[in-house]
Nanobody
């Protein structure tokens, strides 16, 4: 089993920045990929970004590319999401996800079904 714990959420003004962290523990050797998803009130959970763990390729939602950057520190078993130029519509609960199975396509990284480990989420609120 893998445990994922997010941190770094909070309240920020529009145009500001935040960095989210996701610390993995437990059987982390099983992780093949990790991702960030977000869910706003009344909306479905949507893909934000993902990273392949062993050979760090990155994938982004097209609408967020350029403002958000995903990275990971293998030694710390921690994934990050640097968010810049934040907008009120970025307000959501941000979830960290881990995939212990193989993700075989770019599309697969964007699917919640590809991930079997989830954190509890961290709230990000962007005020206008």
């Amino acid at each position: 089993q893998v445990q994922l714990v997010e941190s770094g959420g909070g309240l920020v003004q529009a145009g500001g920045s935040l960095r989210l962290s996701c610390a993995a523990s437990g059987r982390t050797f099983r992780i093949n990929a990790m991702g960030w998803f977000r869910q706003a009130p009344g909306k479905e959970r949507e893909f934000v970004a993902a990273i392949r763990w062993s050979m760090p390729s990155t994938y982004y939602a097209d609408s967020l590319k350029g403002r958000f950057t995903i990275s990971r520190d293998d030694a710390k078993k921690t994934m990050y999401l640097q968010m810049t130029s934040l907008k009120p519509e970025d307000t959501a609960v941000y979830y960290c996800a881990g995939a212990t199975g193989l993700v075989v396509s770019r599309l697969g990284y964007a699917l919640t079904a590809s991930y079997d480990q989830w954190g509890q989420g961290t709230q990000v609120t962007v005020s206008s």
